[in-house]
């Protein structure tokens, strides 16, 4: 969490303005590991939390603006947090579907075989922007296999796209067309689904958009939800598999058909994925 405020600002002259902040960083661990502040808000275990708080001096092109001062504290602490900021070696999420299983790790210690097939099939993307990495797993409605990202400059609390709210948004990347598309995902709102159990806690409905040119998709939609895992398991005849911490699901719909059935298991309370209920409604609210 960030702070800062401005000690003062002069004209240096009509271009530039030379700007005097004082910036508190705070960030939060649960048993050493450095997390979210959701997580820490979250967790009943062993926490704390360090205070970093620093003047710092920069120039901004005229006229002053704020939002160009808040820029500059973003790239500050962008470099504080490349310098100084562990990230953990674990996978963040397990996911399975059709017998297949994919997991999530911070880009900064992915597997160099995920590296490598990204840098291979995707060489103009900027592995820096990527905050989040999937290994490759087969998607069957699409035909191919898929990589999945989460962006560092997607906003972490929600926004919106052609007035659509949206919880987050992830981009795919197909490996056997070398294509991608961004995968958002919405609220529920009225949506109601005769698929789906009256026992299933609905949290979010996926669509596809920026699909690039070349690529064609079929008309499919995510529903992602949570429950109890013993009438969840047994009604859409699902394996028991389990996260120590936390597990929730989706289905994957095409013409009012469920044709994939997925589950998320998270085994650390510090993962980034793994409480979708406060994610959601932390997201609505802010």
Known sequence: MTNYTVLNYENLNDNTIKVNVLINHTKYFVENEEVSLEIYNLSNRDKGKSDLNFEEEFEITAPYLEEKV??????????????????????QEIMSVDDIEREFYFCKT???SVISIMTEKFPEINLSDIELISTPAYHSIIGEDIISCFLKDDPSEGFAIDGVNLITRSKKFCLNS??????CYKFVENETFDFMPEF???????????IQEGLVL?????????????LIENYFDLPTKRGAYNTYYSVTVLNNEIIRKKQYCYDEEASIFSNWNYKVEFTRNN
């Open 218 to 230: 079929p008309n499919f939609y995510d529903v992602y939800f949570g429950g109890d895992p013993d």
């Open 70 to 91: 808040q820029n500059k504290v973003n790239e500050i602490l962008n470099l504080i947090s490349n310098d100084t900021m562990e990230y953990s070696n674990n996978s």
């Open 200 to 210: 299933a806690e609905l949290l979010a409905i996926s669509y596809q958009t920026n």
């Open 110 to 112: 992915a597997p160099e």
């Open 178 to 183: 070398c294509k991608h598309f961004d995968k």
